[in-house]
Each structure stands twice: as structure tokens, then as C-alpha cells.
């Protein structure tokens, strides 16, 4: 709380924009009555891409401390979401930029950090006649297909460490 305001910080492991539009969606619907819904993300084992997003609060004071803070931690593949409902004071751009900050820092020290090995997604698609030589190679490789369809074409969907992207690449 700030001045009569309360600021309520959620961080949530996502990966895709997707995902961080159904979290914001979520609790949009859920702090229905609240004035503000701030974030920022990155995502990808570089950071890229990323967004702050101060959702009517004045330019560059609540996403942008947000992602300074996911910055500061060297954090990605992450999500923070601080709802604010007004108490009535204004608190200035000091006084929001401090808030969203500290926020964000107390959501970040409560919740668990997730090490995550770098890696990127291919989706695989085969006919039923390779099925056993594709399936060969991720038994070889360790690697678990995330996704599977079985129609009329067979597709996998794939996260292969950066450091074996290249042996995957040649061998399927």
C-alpha cells in the first residue's frame, strides 16, 4: 500500500506471447475493478523480444521499473503483472516509479526462480513412414516432444538444447 493505493504483484514462467495474453487477460477479468494492470516480460534465453507496458499510468513509470527489476535479476521467460487500485492521492512519477518497483521486488523474492537450459522449438512434420527414424533420433538425442498430432500428417513439436541444434538439424 501507497498513499491509499494498493498495488497487488503477480510473476508468472511463460514462454510465449500467447501465454502472457491470457495471464494479462486473466487478471483483467479478475481485478476487474482495478484502475491500472502494468507489466513487462522477456522472453528467450537472450531477452529478446520484450515489453513494459504502463497501461494509462504516466510514460515510463511502472513498466519500465517493472522490467528493470527482471533486468537487474537477469531474468527471462517471465512475466510480472502489478494491479493497482487508486486510493484517491496521487503519488507522482517518483512516487509510482518507487511502488512499481518495490512491487515487483517483493513478487520476485516470493516466488520460486525456475533454471531453465537454453533451447529452441521446431515443430516436425513427417509422414507415418518416417515415424521410426524420426522417433530413432530423439531417443538418441533425449529429447521429448512436447506436442504431438497424429492426423493425416505426423507432427512433434520439439525443444532442442542450443548446443545440440546443430547435430538435430543434421541428423532429422
Known sequence: KDNGSKFLAFAFPVETEAQIKEHVAALKKEYFDARHHCYAYRLGHTGEPWRANDD???SSSAGRPILGQLLSRELSDILVVVVRYFGGIKLGIPGLIRAY???T???LNNAQIIEKIAGTHYRIVFPYE???SVMKVLKDMG???SQQDFNLECSLLIRVRLRDE???LERI
Open 105 to 107: 521486488t517483493d513478487a
Open 166 to 168: 546443430e547435430t538435430f
Open 56 to 58: 494509462g499510468e504516466p
Open 143 to 145: 529429447l521429448e516432444p
Open 130 to 132: 518416417a515415424m521410426n
Open 101 to 103: 518497483k518495490e512491487s
